[in-house]
């Protein structure tokens, strides 16, 4: 099983940027695609962005595409989203998980976009 | 994109009885090597999602007996033989065959 800590969640204003991480940890990370999902406040589960173990094979939801970049360093168990352009449309929990089974999840971590 | 229509989408279960949650699928979702990538998930109150059943029918490791998935084509179940406490939650359904995958708008589970 796949333990998944994710950060770099906050506020930020309309039109700004962040960056989140995830770490992992208990099995090998380059074996497993990983994917973005995110939870609206009081909201359903929406698939956001995946990538491949070594790094190809990357996708993304039409919502996001063009604005959040999905990359991952297997050298150091990590994957990453950045988000750019961002509005309020993207206030949610993202959360890691393995790749689109989605076996194994996150704490998640809380990004709000507000003026 | 495949829309997973779930139904109901809040149940009121008395503790001890059967609860039953239906996803309908607006494509069939049997993959191209035979497997048909439908899966289900428990959000509890506060908690983050966790997957339950995959594969429609698969029982996750640690997940109770009482959880059983079925189904096939677009039709599928998730059902529950004695609701308990530790039951109450969103149920989500998921398909993982057509991309990109997508999800049901969740089924309240709560304690009548």
Known sequence: ???LLESGGGVVQ????????????GVTFS?????WVRQAPGKGLEWVSGIGGS?????????????FTISRDNSKNTLHLQMNSLGVEDTAIYYCVTGITMKDWGQGTLVTVSS | DVVMTQS????????????SISCKSSQ?????????????????????????IYKVSNRDSGVPDRFSGSGSGTDFTLEISRVEAEDVGIYYCMQATHWPPTFGQGTKVEIK
Do not use: H
């Open chain 1, 1 to 3: 099983e796949m333990q």
């Open chain 1, 14 to 25: 309309p039109g700004g940027s962040l960056r989140l991480s995830c770490a992992a940890s």
């Open chain 1, 31 to 35: 074996s497993y695609a990983m994917s």
């Open chain 1, 55 to 67: 790094g190809g094979n990357i996708k993304y939801a039409d919502s996001v595409k063009g604005r």
């Open chain 2, 8 to 19: 109901p989408l809040s149940l009121p279960v008395t503790l001890g009885q059967p609860a």
């Open chain 2, 28 to 52: 069939g979702l049997v993959y191209s090597d035979g497997s048909t990538y439908l899966n289900w998930f428990q959000q509890r109150p506060g908690q983050s999602p966790r997957r339950l």
